[in-house]
């Protein structure tokens, strides 16, 4: 993901080779990023960060506490951080870095080819330069929403975070389904792809509701009809929003995990976390804190 930054901001030319200083731990990768890219590899995340105006953290969740310590009292303020680290939320990292100027974010897969969603929360203490700064960084993978409340981060993870495997399923299962009927698999495949590409195209051109779009192909007694109705009976629907539900209680014990190693926790602990449907309350609060953002506060490419 820090590479597809780099090559993002390098191919946009919205910072040259020489601003951009990597660590990385492996000499070889060093060599194969500062060969590729031009920009200047450490093996050291503190040497990286000093000076830097903003630092991207974009290590594994399971590697963050040890890089946390290495930076931990060592930023200055002004020094703006990015996470995309998967639950680390404010609490872990502000705690962690000992430091306030933080966003986090939450990007997904797509990002790597620039087609990415990312959605991200900056705290208070953040400027609006640095928020600047943020989105110009974070645009560099594909499209970018801000949201003034840190529980969209959460919801974000479970719904764009975790989509492309829900849409990979979908798509894995479809091309089974094709060489099942009889195609052979490298036309199942294209058959599934570009059928999946250009419903999304079509249905982002038309800005049409998916329910009319259906409609449309939905003729009475017809080939779609029949399938709607297996699809149906298989409580899809149900299970897709259970599974969005399943990444969302998993999204926030990662974060009370990160919390538990820190002990930021007095209070309940993880098997103590109770996030289930009839919790409503908290994402209404955050959606009419979202109705309240600025337009210019969602912006995408
Ligand atoms: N991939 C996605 O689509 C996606 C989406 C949303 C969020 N994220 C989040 O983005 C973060 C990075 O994910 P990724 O997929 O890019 O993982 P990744 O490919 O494993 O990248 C992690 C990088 O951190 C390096 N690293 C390991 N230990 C380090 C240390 N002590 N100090 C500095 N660097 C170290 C790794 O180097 P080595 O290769 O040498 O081990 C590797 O280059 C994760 O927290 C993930 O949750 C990813």
Redo the contacts with the bound molecule.
Sequence with gaps: ???SIIAGLLRGRLVGPGQIVG????PE?REELAGQYGVRMVAS?LEAATGADVILL????Q??T??GH?LGGHLRPNQLVVS?????NCKVLTSLLEHREVVRS????P??IGR?MTVWYATPEVTDEQRDQARVLLQALGTDLEVEDERFVDMATAVS?TG?AYVFLVMEALIDAAVHLGFARHIAHDLVIETLEGSTAFAKATAQHPAVLRNMVTSPGGTSAAAIHELESGRLRTVLSEAVWASYRRTLELGADLENGLGLNEGPDVGKLDVGKSDREPAQAANEALAKAPAGRRRGR
Excluded: D, F, H, Y
């Design positions: 993901m820090a590479e660590s990385e731990p492996r990768r995340n974009s290590v594994k969740p590697t963050l040890k890089v290495e995309i680290v998967a639950g680390a939450m990007p997904n897969t990002a790597q990415g975070g492309p």
